[in-house]
């Protein structure tokens, strides 16, 4: 797993995680998980798409039942293997927050 694993696949595994989504519908969704600080523009957003489709972590599909059909959007669902990319994605994180956490890097920030 040495592979440099970009940011924002992370959020767009983790958009995808409860279920499939459209690119616009993972963009909102990513903006909401990163608070605003992360914007997908179209083409990062399709790029990285791509990137995880190559990679087997995602994949498109049919649109969802009940849903409007829209020749525009491809809906796409995370893989077994994206799934287990983003534990392990998730982990890594959790560990460097452990980290923080022993060496009370929280406790020097004062409140805003």
């Known amino acids: 797993m040495s592979e440099a694993f970009k940011p924002q696949w992370f959020?767009?595994?983790l958009?995808?995680?409860d279920r499939n989504r459209h690119g616009y519908a993972i963009q909102r969704d990513v903006l909401d998980q990163t608070n605003g600080e992360m914007t997908l523009w179209p083409a990062m957003l399709y790029r990285s798409l791509a990137a995880l489709a190559k990679l087997g972590f995602v994949e498109p599909v049919d649109q969802q039942k009940g849903e409007p059909a829209d020749e525009r959007r491809?809906?796409?669902r995370i893989t077994k293997a994206g799934r287990r990319r983003l534990a392990h994605e998730a982990d890594r994180l959790a560990g460097w927050?452990?980290?923080a956490q022993e060496r009370n890097v929280?406790?020097?920030v004062e409140p805003q």
């Open 97 to 99: 927050l452990k980290a």
């Open 106 to 108: 929280f406790d020097a």
């Open 11 to 13: 959020h767009i595994l």
């Open 15 to 17: 958009a995808l995680a």
């Open 74 to 76: 491809q809906d796409y």
